[in-house]
C-alpha cells in the first residue's frame, strides 16, 4: 500500500513539476487572498474596539480599510480561480496526452485485449476523476495551508495560546478521516471499474442499436442504458456518501472546539491579557486555523481515492529512444522462414516457408482459418510472438517495431475503418499531396467516379465510422489512401470484396501494374483470367493439415 501511495504521489508530482509555472500562477492570487483575510480579520478587531472606546472616527477609518481589503480579497480569489481552471486544463491535457503515448507503445495484441471502451473511459471517466480527487483538492491544500499559516501569524499578534488551542483542534480533526483512509481508497477502485465497465456497455449498446431496433428491443436499449448509467452513479454516490460523513463527524468536532476558544478569547479579554475587540478577531481566526487544516485532512482522503485513477498512467520514459535506422525500401526480398505461429493452444501457421521478391505480385488463397490474415499481421509486426523468422533483406523483422515496419507497407483489410472528416482528410491523413498525386491516386483506385457524383467532391464528409459511403467506396477510400502514401509493400486482404467486378477490375489492374509495388493480396476467389497476372500463388493449408 505504501508503496501504491509513493506512486500516486510521484505520479502527481510529475504533472505539477512539468507545468509548475501555470501551477504557481493559479495558487499565488489565492495566497494573497487568504494573506488579505487574515489582516481583515485583525482590522476587524480594531472596528470593534473603535466602538467599545465610543472613536467614531476612528472607527470609520478601520471600516474604510477593511472594504478596501474585502474588495482586493474578491478580485484575486476571482484571478485565482481563473488562472487554477487554465492550469487544470494544462493538467489534463498532458495527461491525455501520455495516456495517448501510451497505447501507441503497446502491440496490436496488447492494444487488442481491451475494448475501445475502456480506453474511452480513460480518456474521459478517469480524467474527471484526477481533476475532482487530485487536481482540484491540491490547489484547496496549498490555499489551506495559507490560510493556516497567516492565521497562526494573526493569532500571535493576540497572544500564543490561541494558537495553542487551535492546534490541539486541529490534531482532534485530522485524526477522524484517517478512520476511513482504506475505505475511500477501496470506494475509488470500485469506482474506476464500474465506470470503465459501464462505459463500455453503453458503447456496445450505442452500436448495436440498428440491430435493437430491426428486433423490436427497444426496451433493451433503454434499460441497457438505465444500467449503465446507475453504474457508473452508484459508486460515485457511495464516494460522496463517505466523505459527507467524514466531513460531517469533522465538522462537529471544530464547532465545540471554536466555542471553547471563542470562551477562551473572552477569558484572555477579561484578565486583560488582549482588548476587547479581540473577541471578535480570535474565534475567526481560529476558526480559519482549525478549518483550513480540518479541510486539509478530508483533501487527503481525496487523494486516497485518486490513487485507482493514476496507477493507470503510464510516465514517459525519460530515456525511452527508438532505433535510429528504420526499415529501408524494399530492395531484394522478404523471406518466410520455418514460420509457425498459434492463438493460444490453437496452431494457425506451421513451418510456413515463402519468398515474396521485389515488385511481385502474389496472391495468398486457401480456406477460411488457414492463417492468410494472420500471415499479413505477422509482415505487419502486429503479433511478434511467433517461431522462425521474417527477414526483409535479410534483416530480421523483429529488430524493427511495427511503426518503422508500416513506414514501408500500407494494409487494407476489408472492413475499412475512416475517420469521420471528409474524404480528401481520410485519403491524405493530415498531409500535403499534389493535385497530380491526388488525381493518380483517385484513378488508380476506381475513386473519382464516386467523386464526380458527389457535390461536395473530396471535400464530402464520410459520417462516423464511414457511414455516409458505402461499403464499396469505403474500400476505395482505403486503397487510395494507401496508394497516395507510396508505400512500397502493399498487403490486401480482402481489400476488393465490397467491389463490384467492373471495379475490382479496375483496382486489381491498377495494383498488379505498378512495377515498383510489391503486393501481396489475400483472397477466397480469383479468376483463371487474373491468376496469370500473378508472380505466384501460394495456396495455404490449414495447420493441422500440413506435413
Not at 482532534?172 to 478521516?177: C, E, R, T
Not at 475511500?184 to 477502485?189: F, H, P, V, W
Not at 485513477?309 to 528504420?326: C, M, N, V, Y
Not at 465490397?498 to 495494383?511: F, G, P, R, T, Y
Amino acid at each position: 500500500m505504501k508503496r501504491e501511495n509513493k506512486k500516486t504521489a510521484a505520479t502527481m508530482a510529475y504533472y505539477l513539476k512539468k507545468h509548475r509555472w501555470p501551477v504557481l500562477l493559479g495558487v499565488l492570487p489565492t495566497i494573497t487572498a487568504y494573506g488579505i483575510q487574515s489582516g481583515a480579520s485583525l482590522v476587524t478587531a480594531q472596528v470593534f474596539q473603535g466602538v467599545f472606546e465610543g472613536d467614531l472616527p476612528g472607527m470609520l477609518r478601520w471600516m474604510l480599510l477593511l472594504m478596501a481589503l474585502f474588495f482586493t480579497m474578491l478580485a484575486a480569489g476571482a484571478l485565482g480561480e481563473i488562472l487554477q481552471a487554465r492550469a487544470i486544463r494544462r493538467l489534463n491535457n498532458a495527461l491525455r496526452q501520455d495516456m495517448a503515448s501510451a497505447l501507441l507503445s503497446m502491440t496490436h495484441q496488447e492494444y487488442h485485449k481491451e475494448g475501445t471502451g475502456k480506453y474511452l473511459s480513460q480518456f474521459t471517466n478517469d480524467v474527471n476523476q484526477i481533476e475532482t480527487l487530485a487536481w482540484k483538492p491540491f490547489f484547496q491544500i496549498v490555499e489551506m495551508g495559507a490560510m493556516a499559516v497567516f492565521s497562526v501569524l494573526a493569532l500571535l499578534t493576540i497572544h500564543w495560546s490561541l494558537v495553542l488551542a487551535a492546534l490541539v483542534t486541529t490534531v482532534l480533526m485530522l485524526f477522524v478521516p484517517q478512520l476511513f483512509n482504506k475505505r475511500m481508497e477501496a470506494l475509488g477502485s470500485v469506482c474506476s471499474e464500474e465506470q470503465a465497465k459501464a462505459t463500455g456497455a453503453l458503447k456496445d449498446l450505442l452500436s448495436g442499436w440498428d440491430v435493437l431496433r430491426s428486433f423490436g428491443r427497444e426496451r433493451r436499449f433503454s434499460e441497457g442504458s438505465c444500467h449503465a448509467s446507475e453504474q457508473i452513479e452508484k459508486p460515485r454516490f457511495r464516494l460522496a456518501y463517505v466523505k459527507g460523513l467524514v466531513n460531517s463527524g469533522a465538522g462537529c468536532v471544530n464547532v465545540i472546539c471554536q466555542l471553547l476558544i471563542t470562551g477562551l478569547v473572552g477569558l484572555l479579554a477579561i484578565w486583560g491579557y488582549t482588548q476587547a475587540g479581540s473577541l471578535a478577531a480570535g474565534g475567526n481566526l481560529c476558526g480559519q486555523l482549525t478549518n483550513s487544516l480540518g479541510t486539509v485532512a478530508g483533501l487527503l482522503l481525496s487523494f486516497s481515492s485518486s490513487r485507482p485513477f493514476f496507477e493507470k498512467i503510464s510516465l514517459p520514459a525519460e530515456d525511452a529512444h527508438r532505433a535510429s535506422e528504420g526499415l529501408q525500401p524494399l530492395r531484394d526480398e522478404i523471406a518466410v522462414e520455418s514460420l509457425s505461429f498459434q492463438y493460444g493452444e490453437r496452431p494457425i501457421l506451421q513451418d510456413l516457408s515463402l519468398e515474396f521478391q521485389k515488385g511481385g505480385k502474389y496472391a495468398l488463397t486457401g480456406p477460411s482459418g488457414c492463417g492468410k490474415s494472420t500471415l499479413l499481421k505477422l509482415l505487419l509486426g502486429w503479433l511478434p510472438d511467433y517461431d522462425g523468422a521474417i527477414r526483409f533483406d535479410g534483416k530480421d523483422a523483429k529488430d524493427f517495431t511495427p511503426e518503422q515496419l508500416g513506414r514501408q507497407m500500407s494494409y487494407i483489410e476489408q472492413n475499412v475503418f475512416l475517420f469521420n472528416s471528409t474524404i480528401r482528410d481520410n485519403i491524405t491523413l493530415g498531409e500535403t499531396f499534389t493535385e497530380a498525386q491526388l488525381e493518380k491516386a483517385l484513378r488508380d483506385s476506381a475513386l473519382a467516379g464516386d467523386l464526380a457524383a458527389m457535390p461536395e467532391g473530396l471535400d464530402a464528409m464520410v459520417g462516423e465510422e464511414g457511414g455516409n459511403l458505402s461499403g464499396g467506396q469505403k474500400q476505395r477510400v482505403a486503397i487510395a489512401r494507401a496508394l497516395i502514401h507510396d508505400r512500397s509493400i502493399l498487403l490486401v486482404d480482402e481489400g476488393t470484396s465490397a467491389l463490384d467486378q467492373k471495379n475490382a477490375d479496375i483496382v486489381e489492374q491498377s495494383l498488379l501494374g505498378s512495377p515498383g509495388l510489391t503486393l501481396i493480396l489475400v483472397s477466397h476467389h480469383l479468376t483463371a483470367e487474373r491468376k496469370g497476372q500473378y508472380t505466384r500463388i501460394y495456396e495455404l493449408e490449414p495447420a493441422a493439415g500440413r506435413t
